[in-house]
């Protein structure tokens, strides 16, 4: 159950609400912003179960400091069904009503089942139309005493133009035990009108020993690899999650990947460290397995770079994250300097050299041609 308590990272966050909640001073709009998979979703249903909860905990003072997390509402808000949250979220192109809340439920069921899931879809994701008109429509419906309704319009980035001006108007007269919940990336990208109506909180990244943690509690990864998960995930659990994948061979090329960006993103000393850590040198056909994976990270970087509109890459699943790498590279010259590291180190392992020192070589030699920071 998701309480304000036991979300990992976001003490910022928690304190504010918790202080405005005792104060009795709750906006009737917040705008929850920062990265994907940083706990928006579950701040906003743990805010929801404190306003609602049944037996909510208390510090001597009398101050409430959590939800119970065991009650009905509680319970109720956890597996998405209480009656009183009002959720609008992004589906793909839709054909009909139908097939609207097919795609909402399907969303929902993912949220519930992991809330820190970060749901892409190739498929363009928009808030529909009609979301903020229902819901509109819904609240002219007055809750139960003592019930505070909570809307909560997630990724609104994503919601169409049309959509904005109902939203706007129920952020302009909101209705009473209320509280509306935007959650976006990057607030920029809003309304001006609908930023300005809304008390902004910001999500930071998550410390790497709370997303280790997740991983080895919720999911049973071993604590190193949690931790080297961890080390690339950027601060989400989101993001560390879509590393962790069932089937082999794409987990296979998903852990070759992130060796890959380390050697990117990491001082040159510790990407070394990392090689040695992450590649079992007493399997060669391993070995050269990776270091060919690279060869094709690196000719889509390439093609990410001087590959002009249109291009197809082969590691497409990849393409917002090798974009950000290819970034690194600055010269063409320096792509092809590193492809031939690569090919001649898969060539002298099978002359039988050492892998270790080989494996080190090459990330001193990679990392000269790319560029330290940002
Ligand atoms: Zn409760």
């Not at 509402?73 to 793909?92: E, K, R």
């Not at 980035?157 to 209320?178: C, F, G, V």
Request: glycine fraction near 4%; proline fraction near 6%.
């Amino acid at each position: 159950m998701i309480t304000l308590n036991n979300i990992p990272g976001q003490k910022l966050a928690r304190k504010i609400l918790l202080n405005s909640f005792n104060r009795q001073k709750l906006a009737s709009t917040y705008l929850f912003y920062g990265p994907e998979g940083v706990g928006k979703w579950s701040t906003a249903l743990a805010l929801t179960a404190l306003l609602n909860c049944e037996k909510p905990l208390k510090d001597e003072a009398g101050n409430l400091i959590d939800a119970c997390g065991s009650c009905r509402p509680c319970h109720q808000i956890g597996n998405l069904i209480f009656p009183d949250l009002l959720i609008a979220v992004p589906i793909p192109p839709h054909k009909n009503d139908k097939e609207a809340a097919e795609l909402v439920a399907a969303f929902l069921a993912e949220k519930k089942n992991e809330p820190y899931k970060i749901i892409t879809s190739t498929r363009q994701l928009t808030i529909p139309i009609d979301s903020a008109r229902e819901i509109k429509r819904k609240t002219a419906i007055r809750q139960n005493a003592g019930i505070k309704r909570v809307i909560l319009f997630y990724q609104m980035e994503k919601m169409l133009p049309a959509s904005a001006d109902s939203l706007l108007k129920l952020i302009e007269e909101p209705p009473r035990d209320t509280v509306i919940i935007l959650t976006a990336a990057d607030p920029g990208t809003l309304l001006p009108t609908i930023q300005s109506r809304a008390q902004k909180i910001h999500f930071r990244p998550i410390g790497k020993g709370d997303i280790a943690n997740y991983l080895e509690e919720k999911y049973s990864v071993p604590a190193e690899k949690a931790g080297f998960l961890a080390d690339l995930a950027e601060g989400s659990i989101g993001r560390a999650l879509s590393y962790i994948s069932d089937e082999d061979e794409t987990s296979f090329r998903q852990t070759a990947f992130l060796i890959f960006k380390s050697l990117f993103v990491k001082e040159t000393a510790s990407a070394a460290a990392t090689l040695s850590e992450m590649i079992n040198p007493n399997n060669r056909g391993e070995v050269e397995k990776i270091l060919t994976l690279w060869q094709s990270f690196l000719g889509d970087l390439m093609l990410l770079k001087y590959g002009g509109n249109n291009i197809d890459i082969t590691n497409s699943d990849l393409a917002a994250e090798l974009e950000i790498l290819a970034a690194r590279i600055s010269r063409p010259d320096d792509f092809t300097r590193i492809l031939d590291y690569l090919k001649n180190t898969v060539v002298s392992l099978r002359r039988n050299v050492h892998i270790r020192p080989a494996l080190m070589a090459l990330a001193f030699r990679v990392r000269r041609h790319i560029n330290q920071s940002p």
